[in-house]
């Protein structure tokens, strides 16, 4: 799997200019959904490189991730006279990001696509390394392919026009980041004022997360060792995901990944000794800011069932990423029913639901 290029921006029009020119093409076309072409195309439409693109859009949020939609996009380029040597940038975040990769990486076996990632979430998580795909059958992500972007173009500016549940949303990949490399990078993103954000800051902290992804995809880009750590909080968060989604009360995947956290923070502090008091400060800074996921005993059952159909599962054993400490990471760890349920139990009790 050829590597990607992952730009910080200094200024989009010339790192966007030079990532077109790497790839030669017959047509360009830009993806965007509902939002990001009224929030976001206008700032590239004077980009002279971008004068012939044909736009492509979709809607937004994470409900229009699936089959349909994916087929009107290839509808869209096959009718638009689109080649195999035509050229996708897709401007959005991680479900534009995730469904056009998916649609480039298939349309005539693969045509090239930019990602120009949006949201804090498609930063540092959905647009860099190289998974793509859509949910079907009610389960989180499950068609996809492995097929990295040319370019992927990280313009921080963006992230002003983001609202505060999208911003967090996108910090819980950085959480994430942040344990599974060092203390010191866990406690600058616990310490970091989410009140008033200090963009300059958080540029350089987007870069430092992607860097902690992007070390591991190259390590390992199909996801049979290292690349399992970048699951921590997964395994549970997309339970919740797609238990909240099937109820018709959908939850950013952010917020799902970050109450992931929690339970699989306790479950590597009663399996693996990961320390109590590192534990605490985690959980602490996510009850503050992300709320919680309500849910009762009654639907312990289902959560289970959801879990059985990880991905990183093999013949339907429940497998966890969990840490030992911060940057000590364990793969391939299991529980037995009786034991997530405990993890459910303790969820529910210290975020008082």
């Known amino acids: 799997m050829s590597k990607q290029e992952v730009i910080l921006c200094e200024k989009l029009e010339s790192s966007l200019t030079h990532a077109i020119e790497k790839c030669p093409h017959d047509k360009l076309f830009i993806l965007t959904d509902e939002h990001t072409h009224r929030l976001c195309l206008p700032q590239l439409q004077s980009i002279p490189a971008l004068q012939d693109a044909a736009e492509i859009i979709i809607g937004a949020e994470d409900m229009h991730k699936n089959l349909e939609t994916l087929a009107s996009v290839w509808q869209a380029l096959s009718e638009q006279g689109a080649t195999r040597h035509s050229l996708l940038i897709n401007l959005g975040g991680g479900m534009v990001t995730d469904l056009g990769g998916f649609a480039a990486s298939t349309f005539k076996r693969g045509i090239a696509y930019i990602n120009i990632p949006t949201t804090l ?58 344990l599974i490399s060092t203390p010191e990078h866990l406690t600058e993103l616990l310490s970091f004022d989410t009140e008033n954000i200090n963009y300059t800051a958080l540029k350089a902290m987007v870069g430092r997360s992607v860097q902690v992804k992007e070390d591991i995809v190259e390590q390992d880009p199909q996801e049979h060792g290292i690349r399992k750590a970048l699951n921590l909080g997964h395994t549970v968060g997309h339970a919740f995901e797609s238990l909240a989604l099937a109820e018709n009360r959908p939850v950013l995947h ?17 399996q693996t000794g990961f320390p109590k008091e590192k534990m605490r400060q985690t959980i602490q800074f996510i009850k503050e800011n992300y709320g919680a996921f309500a849910f009762n005993c009654k639907q312990y059952d289902r959560l289970y069932e959801l879990m059985q159909h990880d991905k990183k599962n093999t013949a339907g054993i429940i497998n966890f990423t969990l840490l030992k400490e911060v940057g000590d990471i364990c793969l391939n760890q299991t529980a037995d029913k009786e034991t997530i349920f405990e993890v459910f139990d303790f969820y529910r009790e210290c975020m008082g639901v």
């Open 121 to 178: 979430l498609a930063m540092v998580d959905a647009s860099v390394g190289g998974k793509t795909g859509i949910n079907f059958n009610g389960l989180k992500n499950e068609i996809g392919v492995f097929a990295p972007a040319a370019s992927v173009l990280l313009e921080t500016e963006f992230l002003r026009s983001l609202d505060s549940h999208n911003f967090f949303s996108g910090y819980a990949e950085m959480l994430k980041h942040g």
């Open 254 to 270: 952010g917020y799902a990944v970050a109450w992931g956290i929690v339970c699989e923070l306790y479950l590597s502090h009663i």
